[in-house]
């Protein structure tokens, strides 16, 4: 099977400084000269993120008539294996690299703001870079760049706050991580990525829907839930004869098992689930999504805090749960 590399502009919500290679299957690289940087620290930054991907062999036909050109086939591939790849790292790391969405909306240029100059304009969400091509040969040269600093990993992923002059990092055990994901099972890594997904969809929706954010990052431990579970006979009702599924009790189980046994995480698990069930069955959300929060309330601020740590400890639970699938590989 031949193999092929592309590149593309991803993007960071820190400046990218330094290269951080996965052995031969992706790398990522801090900005040419030649790209864009944005005009603040916390922003959308450039990175470019070059990965290995397998050529086409299937030949594939629309319709049983019209047969996709190769080059296209190719394309999918290489679009398949990045995906899988960000979807991943969005979970591994805590300043994920993305890509947009080619969502359009009126918008204002930031850069050009002064006194009667504000002029809305239509616009599609996107960034590109002057001549930058995306077949490439092969991982580019790292001469005069230097590593991405690493962090140690149980306080990487236990870190709470950003500083104003902080920088794209990598926790220290990352390598070690992914080669866990990539010895998964075909149907563990098909649920993992299905986990990193709606934990991505929680990312995406944080500051425009809380609720909705917050039952993505629950779902996400559910997906895996069900994998720890799928073996596992189900109880039935001595009464009713009806199948007792215990939802509550198996997520709870979940939380101790891969997050903390402590009596108080045990009452910090029950407490998320409390939220996820006023959420999704009685409509009960977060403050400020059905009516506007008014001036000076500080309730959101208690929300955004409390979600803030169950992201911490999605991420934790999730990355504890890889690592217990692959002991021994």
Same mark, same amino acid.
């Given at each position: 099977?031949?193999?092929?590399?592309?590149?593309?502009?991803?993007?960071?919500?820190?400046?990218?400084?330094?290269?951080?290679?996965?052995?031969?299957?992706?790398?990522?690289?801090?900005?040419?000269?030649?790209?864009?940087?944005?005009?603040?620290?916390?922003?959308?930054? &450039?990175?470019?993120? #070059?990965?290995? @991907?397998?050529?086409?062999?299937?030949?594939?036909? /629309?319709? +049983?008539?019209?047969? *996709?050109?190769?080059?296209?086939?190719?394309?999918?591939?290489?679009?398949?294996?990045?995906?899988?790849?960000?979807?991943?790292?969005?979970?591994?790391?805590?300043?994920?690299?993305?890509?947009?969405?080619?969502?359009?909306?009126?918008?204002?240029?930031?850069?050009?703001?002064?006194?009667?100059?504000?002029? &809305?304009?239509?616009? #599609?969400?996107? @960034?590109?870079?002057?001549?930058?091509?995306?077949? /490439?040969? +092969?991982?580019?040269? *790292?001469?005069?760049?230097?590593?991405?600093?690493?962090?140690?990993?149980?306080?990487?992923?236990?870190?709470?706050?950003?500083?104003?002059?902080?920088?794209?990092?990598?926790?220290?055990?990352?390598?070690?991580?992914?080669?866990?994901?990539?010895?998964?099972?075909?149907?563990?890594?098909?649920?993992?990525?299905?986990?990193?997904?709606?934990?991505?969809?929680?990312?995406?929706?944080?500051?425009?829907?809380?609720?909705?954010?917050?039952?993505?990052?629950?779902?996400?431990?559910?997906?895996?839930?069900?994998?720890?579970?799928?073996?596992?006979?189900?109880?039935?009702?001595?009464?009713?004869?009806?199948?007792?599924?215990?939802?509550?009790?198996?997520?709870?189980?979940?939380?101790?098992?891969?997050?903390?046994?402590?009596?108080?995480?045990?009452?910090?698990?029950?407490?998320?689930?409390?939220?996820?069930?006023?959420?999704?069955?009685?409509?009960?959300?977060?403050?400020?999504?059905?009516?506007?929060?008014?001036?000076?309330?500080?309730?959101?601020?208690?929300?955004?805090?409390?979600?803030?740590?169950?992201?911490?400890?999605?991420?934790?639970?999730?990355?504890?749960?890889?690592?217990?699938?692959?002991?021994?590989?």
């Amino acid at each position: 099977m031949t193999e092929m590399y592309r590149q593309a502009i991803t993007l960071s919500s820190l400046p990218v400084t330094g290269w951080y290679r996965y052995r031969d299957v992706f790398k990522i690289l801090p900005p040419n000269e030649l790209l864009k940087r944005p005009p603040a620290v916390e922003a959308h930054h &450039p990175v470019i993120f #070059q990965w290995k @991907y397998p050529e086409s062999t299937e030949p594939r036909s /629309i319709s +049983g008539h019209f047969d *996709i050109p190769k080059w296209v086939l190719d394309k999918d591939s290489a679009a398949e294996k990045a995906r899988e790849i960000l979807l991943v790292l969005g979970v591994l790391l805590n300043n994920r690299i993305f890509e947009y969405h080619g969502r359009q909306s009126w918008f204002v240029d930031l850069e050009e703001i002064g006194p009667g100059t504000i002029d &809305p304009k239509w616009g #599609q969400e996107l @960034y590109t870079g002057k001549d930058f091509k995306g077949t /490439i040969e +092969g991982f580019s040269s *790292i001469e005069g760049i230097p590593k991405v600093e690493t962090v140690e990993t149980h306080k990487y992923f236990n870190r709470r706050f950003v500083t104003y002059d902080a920088v794209f990092d990598t926790p220290k055990d990352l390598t070690f991580l992914l080669d866990k994901f990539f010895a998964l099972s075909s149907e563990d890594k098909k649920s993992f990525l299905s986990s990193c997904a709606l934990f991505e969809q929680g990312i995406e929706t944080w500051s425009t829907y809380p609720s909705l954010s917050f039952v993505g990052f629950v779902s996400c431990l559910e997906t895996l839930i069900n994998v720890d579970n799928k073996d596992l006979a189900l109880e039935r009702c001595k009464e009713c004869g009806q199948e007792r599924h215990r939802v509550t009790h198996k997520f709870r189980e979940f939380f101790l098992k891969y997050g903390n046994d402590s009596a108080e995480f045990k009452r910090y698990a029950m407490k998320i689930y409390k939220y996820r069930s006023k959420v999704v069955h009685t409509g009960e959300l977060f403050n400020g999504e059905v009516m506007p929060l008014q001036f000076g309330s500080d309730a959101r601020i208690y929300d955004d805090d409390f979600r803030r740590s169950v992201i911490r400890t999605c991420r934790i639970c999730i990355v504890n749960w890889l690592l217990s699938r692959t002991n021994g590989q």
